[in-house]
């Protein structure tokens, strides 16, 4: 983990949301690391232990939640938060992301406002703000 500049892993399989995260992220001052599949997250966190986990929980192949189960139980990872991102915003889809071991969740599209202080929250505290 780098203590100055938080590093973020960003995996989302839609190319707009992942670029549109990425930079409001960067412009905060962040570096962003970027997957489009769990596939791809899981070979880069051989290497990375990234300060925060921003995943979509509807990606292709192995989907987020199951990817956060698998994350959550692997001891390197197990502290980094994970927040699900979800364009699902139906009754009952935080919990699920909850369950699986998220420490939180933005439903999307983001607000780009919001985002910055949404994100950094988790960096604080763990929880929300």
Do not use: W
Request: hydrophobic fraction near 45%; include cysteine.
């Amino acid at each position: 983990m780098n203590a100055t500049i938080p590093t973020i892993l960003i995996v989302d399989d839609n190319a707009t949301n992942l670029k549109l995260a990425s930079i409001v992220l960067e412009m905060e001052g962040h570096a962003v690391v970027r997957a489009v599949d769990a596939e791809q997250a899981l070979q880069l966190l051989d290497d990375l232990v990234p300060d925060l986990i921003l995943m979509d929980i509807g990606l292709p192949g192995m989907d987020g939640l199951t990817l956060a189960r698998r994350l959550k139980a692997t001891a390197s990872l197990s502290g980094v938060p994970i927040v699900a991102l979800s364009a699902f915003a139906m009754k009952g889809d935080k919990e699920r992301a909850m369950a699986a071991g998220c420490d939180g969740y933005i439903t999307k599209p983001i607000d780009t406002r919001r985002f910055p202080q949404q994100v950094q929250s988790y960096f604080r505290s763990g929880e929300p703000a």
